[in-house]
C-alpha cells in the first residue's frame, strides 16, 4: 500500500536529512519557492481536500484562506502537538520517524500565508520529538532551507519549538495561544476568530502535525493524485490511524481514508486478540461515541463516520472485548477529562466531576434509574460549554447509553458490575 507519511522511515530509527532529501524531501519545496505563488499552494491545498487531521476534520486551505492578504501587521503558524488525548499518539509516532516532512510542510504553509515566523507546541513528554525536531530545524536552516533568503527566493520564515507545561486544553486552539504567550490556557471567546486576531493579536492560523505533514506530497504530486489515495470518492488521502486495546497488534498505521473499520482490525491489526471478540471501539479518540459490531463496516472517513453517529477525530481507535466493563471504561474516560478541565465556565467545571461522581455509583452498584436519567440529561446539557472539551468528554458518555444502556441498566438493578 502506498505510504505518504510513512514514505521516508527507516526500521527501528529516525530517517536523517541526506535520507530525505535523496528521497525527494524538499524538493516540494524547491517547487514551490520557484514555479508557484503564495496563492497557487493555498489554492493547491484547497482542491486536493485536505482535511485537518487533529480532529475537527476541517478544510485545510479553507482555513487558510480566512487570513485576509491585506490584513497589516505581522501573522503567525502555530503547529498543534499537544496531542494528549488517550488513545492518540500518530504525530508522537510521525515525528519520531521523520521531523523532515514537517518541517518542509510548516514552510510551504509559511509561505502560502505570508508568515516570516512559526511555532511548534509539543507536549513536554514528547521529548524524543522535540529533540528530533529543534536538530532537523537546526539542519534546515544550515542547508539554506530555513531562515533568511530560502533557496534564494526572497522567502523568509524560521521555525522555533516550544515545550507545553503539559493540559490536555491546549489543544483548544484559542487556549494555546494563551499558553503561548504566557498566560493561563483558558480558550478564548470567539468572534474574533484566530485568523484575524490570534497569538499577540496577530492574524493567526493553527494546523496539526499530520495535517502540515501532507503538504509537501501536495505540492509535489498535486491534488487530483492527493484524492486519488483515499478508499471512497468523497474522501482525500491517507490517514494515521493510532491503534491499541484488544487487538493482536496494536500500533500506528497509514491507510487510505474511507477503509472499513473491519480492515483496521482484521488485517492491519492481525484481528482481536485470542479469545477476544469485538464489543465495540472508540473510532477518533477518547472524545468521540462508541462504535459497535454493527459499525464494522463504516468507511473511516469524516463524513462516514459522522452519519454512523460518531466522529472520526485524531483517528485513534481504542478496541474493546468482550469481557470489557463500558460503564467501567466511560468512567475512567470522563475522569481524565474532569482532571483536565481548565475550569473555566460552570458547565465543565461542576459538569463533568458530577458525571465521574454518577458513573462511580453505577458501577459500585449503589447507582438508580434516576441517575441514569441524569447521565442522558448531562449529555444534551454539558454541549453548552465555552468551548468542545465538555461535549468531547461527553462523547463516550453518549455512545454508553446508546448502545449498552441495557448493561448500564444491569449494574443497577443486580446492584454491581456484572463483570466482577
Known amino acids: 500500500m502506498e505510504q505518504v ?3 521516508h522511515n527507516r526500521p527501528g530509527r529516525c530517517v536523517t536529512i541526506s535520507e530525505y532529501r535523496a528521497g525527494g524531501g524538499f524538493l516540494p519545496l524547491e517547487k514551490a519557492l520557484r514555479e508557484m505563488s503564495p496563492d497557487q499552494v493555498q489554492q493547491r491545498v484547497i482542491d486536493s481536500g485536505l482535511r485537518g487531521r487533529g480532529g475537527a ?99 523568509s520564515c ?71 489515495l483515499a478508499r471512497i470518492p468523497e474522501a482525500s488521502g491517507m490517514k494515521l490511524f493510532c491503534v ?16 472499513p473499520l473491519s480492515e483496521i482490525i482484521d488485517d492491519a491489526c492481525g484481528g482481536m486478540r485470542e479469545g477476544s471478540s469485538f464489543k465495540a471501539c472508540l473510532p477518533g479518540g477518547a472524545s468521540t461515541p462508541y462504535f459497535t459490531p454493527e459499525h464494522l463496516s463504516v468507511p473511516m472517513d469524516f463524513d462516514a463516520v459522522a452519519r454512523a453517529g460518531s466522529r472520526l477525530g485524531t483517528g485513534g481507535v481504542v478496541v474493546f472485548d468482550q469481557n ?30 458530577y458525571v465521574v461522581r454518577l458513573l462511580e455509583e453505577i458501577e459500585a452498584g449503589r447507582g438508580s434509574l434516576e441517575q441514569v436519567a441524569l447521565l442522558q440529561e448531562h449529555v444534551r446539557l454539558l454541549n453548552h460549554a465555552f468551548c468542545a472539551l465538555a461535549p468531547g468528554a461527553m462523547g463516550p458518555v453518549d455512545g454508553l447509553l446508546r448502545h449498552f444502556e441495557e448493561e448500564v441498566v444491569e449494574h443497577v438493578i443486580r446492584g454491581r458490575c456484572p463483570f466482577n
Open 57 to 155: 476534520g476541517f478544510p485545510t486551505g479553507k482555513k487558510w484562506s480566512f487570513v485576509p492578504r491585506d490584513l497589516p501587521g505581522p501573522r503567525w503558524l502555530i503547529c498543534n502537538c499537544d496531542e494528549m488525548e488517550p488513545g492518540t499518539y500518530k504525530d508522537r509516532v510521525l515525528l519520531e520517524a521523520n521531523p523532515y516532512l514537517l518541517v518542509e510542510g510548516m514552510i510551504l504553509a509559511c509561505y502560502a500565508l505570508g508568515v516570516e515566523h512559526s511555532f511548534i507546541f509539543i507536549r513536554r513528554g514528547y521529548e524524543t520529538a522535540a529533540t528530533n525536531l529543534a536538530r532537523a530545524i537546526a539542519e534546515a536552516r544550515g542547508a539554506g532551507l530555513l531562515g533568511e533568503n530560502i533557496l534564494a527566493s526572497g522567502f
Open 244 to 259: 491499541s486495546g484488544h487487538v493482536r497488534s496494536p500500533g500506528c498505521h497509514e491507510l487510505p481514508l474511507g477503509i
Open 324 to 353: 470489557t466493563c463500558m460503564v467501567r471504561a466511560t468512567l475512567n474516560l470522563v475522569r481524565f477529562y474532569a482532571r483536565e478541565s481548565c475550569g473555566w465556565c460552570t458547565p465543565c467545571r461542576e459538569g463533568l466531576p
Open 158 to 228: 524560521d521555525i522555533d519549538v516550544h515545550l507545553s507545561a503539559g493540559r490536555y486544553i491546549c489543544g483548544e486552539e484559542t487556549a494555546l495561544m494563551n499558553a503561548l504567550e504566557g498566560r493561563r490556557a483558558n480558550p478564548r471567546a470567539k468572534p474574533p476568530f484566530p485568523a484575524i486576531k490570534g497569538l499577540w493579536g496577530g492574524a493567526t492560523v493553527v494546523n496539526n502535525v499530520e495535517s502540515l505533514a501532507n503538504i509537501p506530497f501536495i505540492i509535489a504530486e498535486g491534488a487530483d493524485r492527493f484524492r486519488s
Open 5 to 7: 507519511l510513512f514514505r
